[in-house]
Every structure is written in C-alpha cells, then in structure tokens.
C-alpha cells in the first residue's frame, strides 16, 4: 500500500511558474513509476509525466514537454513537477499516480497506476 499527497496548487498567471510536489509514504519504492495525470472539467484523465524511481527516466506529454520537469527527491520520498510558461490549457486537478509493477517501465495508461493521491487544483487565469 502506498499513499499520496500532493500539493502546491493555486491560481497563476498565464506565462508564470509553479511547482507541484507528491510525497509517498507506506512502502519502499524501488520498482515504481511515478507519474503525473491531469483532469480539467468536462475531459478525461490525461498523462502529463512519468518517472522511475530507481535510475530517474523520464518520459513527457508531447504538450508539456520543455515546459514541465519531473524530478525525485530520494531523500524526502518525493517527486515534484516543475511548470513553466503555463498556458490556460494546462488548467487541471493534478493527480499523483504509482505504478508498483512498471519495473522500468513509464506507462502513460491511467489504469496502470493502481494508487492515486487526492488532487491538487491548478488554476492558469489573468
């Protein structure tokens, strides 16, 4: 069992940063993926960015990508999700996800992830 926290939402200004971050907690996590979904109203759960615990790759939406950074903190159980240059679009709730079976793998299939945080709302607006 692993738990999810995420936080860092807010309101932002088109063309302005911010910085996402999950923290896990419940179990080692050597053979997870973790990743970052978004949901904004009305759509579907889409993947935005993954990465694998042990050795760090890393894989982007192609609508995020040189934009959005996934990263790890080992020492604090962490990943964060650096946001650059936001854009309307990227107006979402932002799910923290874990794969416990990707072995290396960087799946951008929701139903992969079997444990979810609780969302964190990003909100990009003048």
């Known amino acids: 069992q692993v738990q999810l926290v995420e936080s860092g939402g807010g309101l932002v200004q088109p063309g302005g940063p911010l910085r996402l971050s999950c923290a896990a907690s419940g179990r080692t996590l050597m053979s997870y993926t973790l990743a970052w979904f978004r949901q904004a109203p009305g759509k579907e759960r889409e993947f935005v960015a993954a990465?694998?615990?042990?050795?760090?790759?890393?894989r982007y939406a192609d609508s995020v990508e040189g934009r959005f950074t996934i990263a790890r903190d080992s020492a604090k159980n962490t990943i964060l999700l650096q946001m650059l240059s936001l854009e309307p679009e990227d107006t979402a709730v932002y799910y923290c996800?874990?794969?416990?079976?990707?072995?290396?793998?960087?799946?951008?299939?929701?139903?992969?992830?079997?444990?979810w945080g609780q969302g964190t709302q990003v909100t990009v607006s003048s």
């Open positions: 996800g874990a794969d416990r079976t990707a072995y290396g793998s960087l799946s951008v299939e929701k139903w992969k992830y079997g444990y």
């Open positions: 990465i694998t615990w042990s050795g760090g790759r890393t």
